[in-house]
C-alpha cells in the first residue's frame, strides 16, 4: 500500500503574499481535502540582488510549510524571467524545482494545475494536467505589463498540454469548445461563513462618513471607471474605497476624488480587517470598465459584497448575467449606475435583503468549487 502523500501541484499566478485573489482562496479549499504544493511565480534575482523584493520573499527557506497540509514552493529565476528569450530558461528552473519539491515530500501527483499561461504543464510524471485561466490573460496584457503576443503563443501551449482547460468564464471558455480536452467553468466563489454575525466586527476609526455608504472592496486599477464612482459621491452618497491603488492609475484624478469630503480611501486591509468595513456598507459596488478583459472576468467582489448582505450594482458582465439574480442591478451610464445606487441603497433598508444576499451567496462558495474540481479530477483519472 502507497504511503505517498496525495497533493495537488498548484503554479499560481501570483505568490502566496499578494492581494488574496481566486489562486489562494481555492487552494484554502483544496487543501481541506488534498495536500497542496502551491509554487509563487518565479523570482528575479536581479530584484532580489537589488533588494527590491521583500525580505520574507526569500527567507525561510525554498521550501515552507503554510500549514498542515500547504507547502510553499519559491524558486529563483534569471533577471527579468517572464521576458520572451528567457522565459524557456525560466520554466527549465520551475520544472526542475517542482520535481525536485515533489520527490523531498514525497508527493504522489493528482493533478498538476497551472492559472498562468507562463508557467509549464507536463512537469511531474503522472496526474491530470489542469490550464486554469482566471482572467482573460491575453486580452489583459497591457494592463499586466505583458507582451500580448507572448502571451498567446504560451497560453496555446497550454492549451495544447492540458487534460483539462477551466476558466472562471464562459466568455473564456466559449473558444475552447471543440478541443479535445475536457473543458468547465469554474466562477470564483466566496467565503460566506467569513460574514456571519457582521455586526459585531470591531469598529473602525479611519471612515467619518455619514451614511449610507457604498463601497469598492479591492484592487484600484484601470479595470475601474471612475466616472462611475464620481457619479455616486456627486449624488451625495458616501463612499468608501478599500483596497491599494495601482501605481500609475489616473494619479491626480483618483487624488482628488479621495480628497472629497464624502470619500474616504483607507488603503489595503488584510482579509481579516475587511469585516469592519464592509460592516459600513449599504451597497457594494463593480464600477468595472468596458473592455475585452472585464468582460470575460468574475470579479471577486461582487460575491464577497453578497456575503456580506448587502446589494450590489454593477457595470454589465456576463459573470452578473451567470449569477442571474436581482440583488446585483446592473448600470453602464454615470448618472444612471448613481441612481441604481440610490435605488440599491433602499433595498438594503429591507429586512429581507441581507438575508437574501446571504442565502445568495452560500450557493457560490468556495469549498463548493474546489469539490467540482476535485470531481472533474476524479472523471479524468476514471476515464
Known amino acids: 500500500m502507497s504511503t505517498r502523500r496525495q497533493a495537488i501541484v498548484y503554479c499560481a499566478g501570483a505568490p502566496w503574499d499578494a492581494v488574496q485573489g481566486t489562486d489562494r482562496h ?25 533588494g527590491r523584493e521583500p525580505r520574507g520573499a ?19 529565476g534569471p533577471p527579468f524571467p517572464g521576458r520572451r528569450t528567457v522565459l524557456p530558461i525560466t520554466q527549465g528552473i520551475m520544472r526542475r524545482s517542482i520535481r525536485r519539491a515533489v520527490q523531498e515530500a514525497g508527493m504522489e ?13 507536463r512537469v511531474v510524471p503522472g496526474g491530470a494536467q489542469v490550464y486554469f485561466a482566471t482572467d482573460d490573460f491575453v486580452a489583459g496584457a497591457e494592463l499586466m505589463g505583458q507582451s ?12 495544447d498540454e492540458a487534460d483539462l482547460l477551466m476558466a472562471v468564464s464562459p466568455t473564456i471558455a466559449g473558444p475552447w469548445q471543440g478541443r479535445s480536452a475536457a473543458t468547465m467553468v469554474l466562477p ?34 484601470p479595470r475601474l471607471d471612475l466616472s462611475l464612482i464620481e457619479a455616486v459621491a456627486d449624488s451625495g452618497i458616501s463612499v468608501l474605497l478599500v483596497g491599494p491603488v495601482q ?69 454589465p458582465l456576463p459573470a452578473v448575467e451567470w449569477l442571474g439574480t436581482s ?12 441612481r441604481a445606487v440610490k435605488q440599491a441603497v433602499t433595498d ?17 462558495t468556495w469549498d463548493a468549487r474546489a469539490a467540482d474540481l476535485l470531481q472533474a479530477i476524479d472523471r479524468l483519472a476514471d476515464r
Not at 467565503?191 to 457582521?198: M, Q, T
Request: charged share 25%; proline share 8%; hydrophobic share 45%.
Open 247 to 315: 501605481p500609475g492609475f489616473e494619479p491626480e484624478r483618483f487624488a482628488r476624488l479621495a480628497a472629497r469630503p464624502n470619500v474616504a480611501w483607507v488603503g489595503r486591509k488584510e482579509l481579516s480587517e475587511l469585516r469592519s468595513y464592509l460592516r459600513l456598507m449599504d451597497v457594494g459596488l463593480t464600477p468595472y470598465a468596458d473592455s475585452d478583459f472585464n468582460r470575460a472576468s468574475f470579479p471577486l467582489k461582487t460575491l464577497e459584497y453578497l456575503a456580506a448582505g448587502m446589494p450590489v450594482v454593477s457595470t
Open 348 to 364: 438594503a433598508a429591507s429586512p429581507h435583503t441581507a438575508e437574501r444576499a446571504r442565502s445568495f451567496a452560500g450557493q457560490h
Open 188 to 221: 470564483n466563489g466566496c467565503d460566506a461563513s467569513a460574514y456571519d454575525r457582521l455586526d459585531q466586527a470591531p469598529e473602525v476609526t479611519d471612515v467619518p462618513l455619514v451614511p449610507p455608504i457604498a463601497g469598492v472592496v479591492g484592487q484600484l486599477s
Open 58 to 76: 526569500v527567507a525561510g527557506g525554498r521550501l515552507r510549510d503554510v500549514d498542515d497540509r500547504t507547502t510553499r514552493l519559491l524558486t529563483i
Open 26 to 50: 481555492l487552494v484554502r479549499s483544496l487543501a481541506r481535502h488534498v495536500d497542496v504544493l502551491w509554487v509563487d511565480p518565479p523570482l528575479s534575482s536581479l530584484r532580489i540582488a537589488a
Open 327 to 338: 440583488l446585483i442591478a446592473v448600470a453602464e451610464e454615470p448618472l444612471d449606475f448613481a
Open 148 to 159: 500580448r503576443s507572448l502571451l498567446a503563443r504560451e497560453e496555446q501551449r497550454r492549451l
Open 109 to 121: 501527483v493528482l493533478a498538476t494545475i497551472v492559472a498562468s499561461p507562463l508557467q509549464p504543464l
